[in-house]
């Protein structure tokens, strides 16, 4: 089992930065898959980046492609994301997911992680 916990959200201006981070406990990361997903009012969940186990791999969502940046540091059990330039439809609660076993054909999909956190508020507003 895998406890996930965000931290990091907020009020921001447009234009502005946030780092939100991803703290594991229950089990090591350095085996699992990692990605944070974002959830605007009204909307369904997306993927917003993913990190594999390596850190070799990495994939952005085309909305943050270039304002953002995923990373992990398995010395700390602990994924980040870091955003850049934000934007009013950046605004959602932002999730924090871990999976063990993650098919490559349903990566981007919510239902392809086994674990989540409680998720972070991002609001990006003047």
């Known amino acids: 089992q895998v406890q996930l916990v965000e931290s990091g959200g907020g009020l921001v201006l447009p234009g502005g930065s946030l780092r939100l981070s991803c703290a594991a406990s229950g089990r090591t990361l350095s085996n699992t898959f990692m990605a944070w997903f974002r959830q605007g009012s009204g909307k369904e969940r997306e993927l917003v980046a993913y990190?594999?186990?390596?850190?070799?791999?990495?994939y952005y969502a085309g909305s943050v492609k270039g304002r953002s940046t995923i990373s992990r540091d398995d010395a700390k059990n602990t994924m980040y994301l870091d955003m850049r330039n934000l934007k009013p439809e950046d605004t959602a609660v932002y999730y924090c997911?871990?999976?063990?076993?993650?098919?490559?054909?349903?990566?981007?999909?919510?239902?392809?992680?086994?674990?989540w956190g409680q998720g972070t508020q991002v609001t990006v507003s003047s």
């Open positions: 990190i594999s186990t390596t850190t070799t791999t990495t």
């Open positions: 997911s871990a999976g063990l076993n993650v098919p490559k054909i349903i990566i981007t999909s919510p239902r392809a992680y086994d674990f």
